[in-house]
Structures are given as C-alpha cells and as structure tokens.
C-alpha cells in the first residue's frame, strides 16, 4: 500500500506558465512533506519542505501547499523554466512521537515534468 | 566540497557474487541513509545510521549489510547478490536524522546489474 501517492506520471508545460505538480498521502501521522527534484544520472536535490502545522510555504518561484483535511499537497513553480524539466518526488516523514521511525523519508513514485520553450 | 560521494558509479555483478558500495559525506553530517530506486518506483528506505556508531533497518533491509565506519563513510554491502537487487543505489546524508524536515542530501547514485 502506497501511503504517498503522485498519480500523474508526466505533466508537460509551456514556458513561462505555472507548473503545478500534486501528491496525496495516506498517513495522518505524517508531519513533514518534503519535495526533491531529479535530473537523470543525478541524485536527488532537496528543492522546499513544509510543516504538517502549516498550510503554504515559499522559496522563489517554488511554493507549497498542504490541504491537511484532504491529505493532500501541491507544488506550484511560477514561472516554469526549461530547466525546471526534471523529475519531483514529493516525500513525508513521521515524527517519532506519532510512533515513527527516524530514518524513514516515505517517497512517492514521482512525476516527470517537462518545460517546453 | 564535494557533498556525498558514492562508488563505483556502475557494477555488473553475477548471481552469488559479493560487493560493497561506498558512501562518504564531507558535510559534517550526523546522519547517513541508504535507498534503493527500481524503475517507475520512489525511493526506499534500506538502512540509515543515526550517528556514527549506530545503524538501523529501513523499509528494504533483506539481503543487504552495513558499517558506519566513522563520521563521514557508510558503506553497504551485498553478501550474495541477487537478480532482485538490480537497482539504483542513493546515499544521502543529513545533520541529523530526516524526521522534523531536516533535508537530506543525496549522492549521484551506483547503478548496479546483477545477471
């Protein structure tokens, strides 16, 4: 059973628009949400996280949203670039008091995202 | 400062055969994991080390080993590889263990074939 789920395995976006990449979870117990972005050949590189006590988070061009009542998060990147083209896993960890495990970053299947020009 | 390093870059290994994959971090880092990605798959969890001195099993421990040789290497280790360990192995590191939003930084990945 898939407790972070990102159900759409590509997303193709024009240049210059908003590019808008969405995950689901599971997990109630959740507490952090972090999204990682994965270019071929290459690790993963952490790109902007949110609190479970939160609902929106900024970085740049880069925001998160968190619907907890949904268990549901976005990541919106305005304006897309082509250099954005790359694959996002979204990620959430469970703190050890909600009877987590430390080490466990849960991931996603990701979503590949193109930018045309 | 080259962040987390990892080698070999690629292996082919046989059915039975054994191997260990390095992971060193320059970051000062507390904590050290490692993740297996198979095709149209997250990453998961195989096992992480706290602090150095430390390890624990992750979601996919079966099959592999490892050391937490001091503060900077984590290595793992294949005892008797198996054509279901033929993945893309992460490192990655963080100053302290991931819960609570602490990023974790990750390695360019060993890409390993078992035939």
């Known amino acids: 059973d898939q407790q972070v789920k990102q159900n759409s395995p590509s997303l193709s976006v024009q240049e210059g628009r908003i590019s808008i990449l969405n995950c689901d979870y599971t997990?109630?117990?959740?507490?952090?949400f972090l999204w990682y972005k994965k270019y071929p050949a290459e690790g993963p590189t952490f790109l902007i996280s949110?609190?479970?006590?939160?609902d929106k988070n900024e970085d740049g061009r880069f925001t998160v949203f968190l619907n907890k009542s949904a268990k549901h998060l976005s990541l919106h990147i305005v304006p897309s670039q082509p250099g954005d083209s790359a694959v996002y896993f979204c990620?959430?960890?469970?703190?050890?008091?909600?009877?987590?495990?430390?080490?466990?970053?849960?991931f996603g299947k990701g979503t590949k995202l193109s930018v045309k020009p | 400062n080259a962040g987390v390093t990892q080698t070999p870059k690629f292996q082919v290994l046989k059915t039975g055969q054994s191997m260990t994959l390095q992971c060193a971090q320059d970051?000062?880092?507390?904590?050290m994991y490692w993740y297996r990605q198979d095709p149209g798959m997250g990453l998961r969890l195989i096992y992480y080390?706290?602090?150095?001195?430390?390890?624990d099993k992750g979601e996919v421990p079966n099959g592999y080993n490892v050391s937490r040789l001091n503060k900077r290497e984590f290595s793992l280790r294949l005892e008797s590889a198996a054509p279901s360990q033929t993945s893309v192995y992460f490192c990655?590191?963080?100053?302290?263990?991931?819960?609570?939003?602490?990023?974790?930084?990750f390695g360019p990945g060993t890409r390993l074939t078992v035939l």
């Open positions: 990620a959430a960890s469970q703190g050890v008091r909600y009877g987590g495990s430390q080490g466990n970053l849960i």
């Open positions: 990655a590191s963080s100053l302290r263990l991931a819960a609570g939003g602490n990023e974790q930084f």
């Open positions: 080390s706290a602090s150095e001195g430390t390890t």
């Open positions: 970051m000062n880092h507390n904590s």
């Open positions: 997990n109630s117990m959740f507490d952090y």
């Open positions: 949110i609190s479970s006590i939160k």
